[in-house]
């Protein structure tokens, strides 16, 4: 089964998606959260991270095991990556051993640095299962995503991701902003490929095995 799933937020518990993700989200699977997307001014030892993702304090992590929660996978079944206590052994037997790799939000280059920091490319790459993640973790799907600028990123650039799909690629957040809009054209002009604008916290995206099906609010350019 190859299953990539791209996301606005983490509430996949959302009742716009449930009937539809249920489909590939069941009780007896098990999970590894990728938590390396974290900003460096904000994230910077352990204990910044537990207050991002650990089971005690972390103010993101009732969110995620919900949502999970909802299709019956239970808590212990979900396991996160930690940048900062897991070694790069530990981390491959989390990912080797899950059903759905879960990607998070945030940054996605940094997230794609500590991935290859880790030497996790490869085991993310041979993965075979479903691939789901929200906002920074729905474009690190792609082999090549792109990045508008905005508060993060001073300009638009073209980076690198993991080689799941390499058809299309997808504007989180969409609103219609004009530097969005002008990042989509120039992705037509300069790729030729489709994009997928994904609306802020209203769209998504499902790939089964090469189909792509579009869920909720989502605008397509260039086809």
């Known amino acids: 089964m190859s299953v990539n799933i ?12 449930y009937s539809e993700l249920g489909h590939y ?5 098990s999970v590894a959260v990728v938590a390396f997307s974290f900003r460096e001014n904000r994230v910077k030892s352990l204990t910044d991270w537990n207050a991002l993702y650990s ?17 019956g996978i239970p808590e212990d079944r979900i396991n996160f990556i930690n940048y900062f206590a897991d070694t790069r052994e530990s981390a491959a037997r989390k990912i080797e ?5 879960y990607f998070l939000g945030g940054l996605p280059d940094r997230m794609m640095n500590r991935i290859q920091e880790f ?3 490869d085991a993310l790459r041979k993965h075979k299962g479903i691939h789901m993640g929200y906002s920074a973790g729905a474009v690190i799907q792609l082999a090549e995503y792109y990045l508008p600028a905005d508060d993060d990123y001073p300009e638009f650039g073209y980076y690198e991701g993991l080689p799941y799909l390499d058809d299309f690629y997808v504007q989180v957040h969409y609103t219609g902003t004009a530097a969005q809009d002008a990042a989509i054209e120039r ?3 300069e ?4 994009v997928y604008a994904t609306a802020l916290k209203r ?3 499902v790939v089964d095995n090469g189909s792509v099906k579009l869920l909720g609010d989502v605008r397509v350019f260039g086809q």
């Not at 089971?55 to 299709?71: C, H, N, R």
């Open 6 to 17: 791209l996301l606005e937020g983490f509430d996949i518990d959302a009742s716009w998606l």
């Open 25 to 29: 989200i069941k009780p007896n699977q």
């Open 55 to 71: 089971k005690e304090s972390g103010i993101y992590y009732g969110g995620i095991v919900g949502g999970f929660a909802a299709y």
């Open 97 to 101: 051993a899950a059903d759905i790799v």
């Open 119 to 121: 030497n996790l490319y």
């Open 187 to 189: 992705v037509l002009a």
């Open 191 to 194: 790729r030729g490929k489709t």
């Open 203 to 205: 769209g998504a995206i």
